[in-house]
């Protein structure tokens, strides 16, 4: 992990980083002294109850991330900001995740610039604990079998995803949005926003087909040309029409699940904020009737 502890975050410095990662959010988190992380292992009970504290200062939530090892690639698919310890001996670094493409994974260095990483790197150092437990077993099995060389690698990654499919890595935290923030803001980090504007446009290209098609009937029809070729016309574009509203039905979907979750995440966190003795003068009418 050599190669990784460059790209890596002390434990010291890791308000530092959620405070910058709550910038790239679109965030202003005040000025503010943050508390120094508690004495002991960084995967104790006390240095989570600190990053939990550092993270709403921020106006960031963070989550545990429980991830499998079937699951490993699906994690840096979804996932956008996130932290993740190092392996030991070096467990008291965190690679600071922005996101990842198919082939890299970009970090935010200790120098708060944004670096690319090769993804298998990261996906080895995540795997790397569990890995070492079965490797040895499974190379004794691939020279007892006399897999060739050219197919060993590919073999080995089979039966280690078979062996090790549902084993838990030693995984670190997400973070997202706090969901008290601009409701706007939120979308835009989910990329629904993106979608929202895509979604517009193909409404717009709809309805310009769908004019287009009912032109080139009227101009068959007013220039006397009516035949074959306006018919075709009109059914490709017909066809057309059908795939740009399908694009559209499947997005507006994505879009509206997106969005509720978001709502709904919003309901529960102003639900959990209310005083209790609020709700107890309130009564159960006017509570009912808010509902």
């Known amino acids: 992990m050599a190669d990784l502890n460059a790209f890596a975050w002390p434990v010291a410095r890791l308000g530092e980083a959620l405070e910058h990662l709550a910038r790239r959010s679109g965030l202003a988190p005040a000025p503010d002294d943050v508390p120094a992380p508690p004495a002991g292992p ?12 550092v993270s709403e200062r921020v106006g960031l939530e963070i989550e545990p991330a429980a991830i499998a090892y079937a699951d490993v690639d699906r ?7 996130a932290l993740l310890p190092l392996p030991a001996p070096d467990a008291s670094r965190f690679l600071v995740l922005l996101g990842a493409t198919r082939r890299t994974v970009r970090v935010l260095g200790p120098d708060h610039r944004c670096r690319r990483l090769r993804r298998a790197t990261v996906r080895a150092m995540l795997c790397r604990d569990l890995e070492v437990s079965r490797a040895a077993e499974i190379d004794r099995w691939l020279e007892e079998a006399q897999i060739p060389c050219r197919r060993r690698v590919r073999a080995r990654a089979a039966l280690l995803r078979d062996r090790l499919g549902p084993a838990q890595l030693d995984g670190g935290w997400r973070l997202r949005l706090s969901s008290g923030a601009s409701f706007w803001r939120q979308m835009r980090d989910r990329g629904l926003a993106g ?25 068959g029809a007013l220039q006397g040309r009516w035949g074959s070729g ?55 009418g006017r509570g009912v009737g808010r509902v």
């Not at 895509?198 to 290209?205: D, P, Q, S, Y």
């Open 75 to 81: 994690f840096l698919d979804t996932t956008g900001f």
């Open 195 to 219: 979608q929202l504007a895509m979604l517009v446009g193909i409404h717009v290209v709809h309805y310009a087909l769908w004019l287009l098609a009912w032109g080139a009937i009227g101009a």
């Open 230 to 284: 306006w018919l075709a016309a009109w059914g490709l574009l017909l066809l057309v029409l059908v795939g740009v509203r399908s694009w559209a039905t499947g997005l507006q979907g994505s879009l509206a699940s997106g969005a509720g979750a978001l709502l709904k995440r919003r309901l529960l966190l102003g639900a959990l904020r209310l005083s209790p003795y609020e709700i107890a003068g309130d009564g159960i």
């Open 42 to 53: 960084a995967n104790g009970e006390p240095f989570a109850r600190w990053l939990e504290a």
